[in-house]
T-cell receptor
Framework: KQEVTQIPAALSVPEGENLVLNCSFT??????LQWFRQDPGKGLTSLLL?????REQTSGRLNASLDKSSGRSTLYIAASQPGDSATYLC?????????????FGKGTKLSVKP | DTGVSQDPRHKITKRGQNVTFRCDPI?????LYWYRQTLGQGPEFLTY????????KSRLLSDRFSAERPKGSFSTLEIQRTEQGDSAMYLC??????????????FGPGTRLTVL
């Protein structure tokens, strides 16, 4: 059974700092890994999708890496801003399956202080 | 706005009542998913559709829950005889459903259900 863990559960940093969020998964037979952002009381916004054949993906100040063999992904946020404050979730499809339903971690709640 | 929409955004009901939620996916998206999210947790998969066919249901989806996607367009999720434990955010997502390695799911704003 696939399990997704995110560490830390919460993180507070001053504005301008670079930071790393971690995601680990127990079964490496995945098609891809997605990172999402969720603002309080809102739906999820897709940030990045890394295919299983890729090592990293970049979008603006965000860089996500994937190491399938070790079951780990990181989301790097450069020059953090107060507007980055949100909960960040990672998710993977079931191992080896094409069903498409995602298995989520519990998220990391990020707070960027001005 | 061409994103995923959900209605209503908030629903307060009394225990034992039936509720129905609606989701309109991004047009031309073949797949539609329902998830449930409780406070402090990540979303949990409930069910998904490929066009009008319901292909998978989680064991979380008890017999009080039913979902439909007539004609492969919008979808409804109905909860009968609601219980306080049903209080949660119900999220809908859609995707093209073509290549599983690149299939990005796009989420709606969710429906917040409170059962009194």
């Amino acid at each position: 059974k696939q399990e997704v863990t995110q560490i830390p559960a919460a993180l507070s940093v001053p504005e301008g700092e670079n930071l790393v969020l971690n995601c680990s998964f127990t079964d490496s037979a995945i098609y891809n890994l997605q990172w999402f952002r969720q603002d309080p009381g809102k739906g999820l916004t897709s940030l990045l999708l890394i295919q299983s054949s890729q090592r990293e993906q970049t979008s603006g100040r965000l860089n996500a890496s994937l190491d399938k063999s070790s079951g780990r992904s990181t989301l790097y946020i450069a020059a953090s801003q107060p507007g980055d404050s949100a909960t960040y979730l990672c998710a993977v499809p079931p191992p080896g399956g094409s069903q498409g339903n995602l298995i989520f971690g519990k998220g990391t709640k990020l707070s960027v202080k001005p | 706005d061409t994103g995923v929409s959900q209605d209503p955004r908030h629903k307060i009901t009394k225990r034992g009542q039936n509720v129905t939620f609606r989701c309109d996916p991004i047009s031309e998206h073949n797949r539609l998913y329902w998830y449930r999210q409780t406070l402090g947790q990540g979303p949990e998969f409930l069910t998904y559709f490929q066009n009008e066919a319901q292909l998978e249901k989680s064991r979380l989806l008890s017999d009080r829950f039913s979902a439909e996607r007539p004609k492969g367009s919008f979808s409804t999720l109905e909860i009968q005889r609601t219980e306080q434990g049903d209080s949660a955010m119900y999220l809908c997502a859609s995707s093209l459903g073509a290549d599983p390695s690149t299939d990005t799911q796009y989420f709606g704003p969710g429906t917040r259900l409170t059962v009194l």
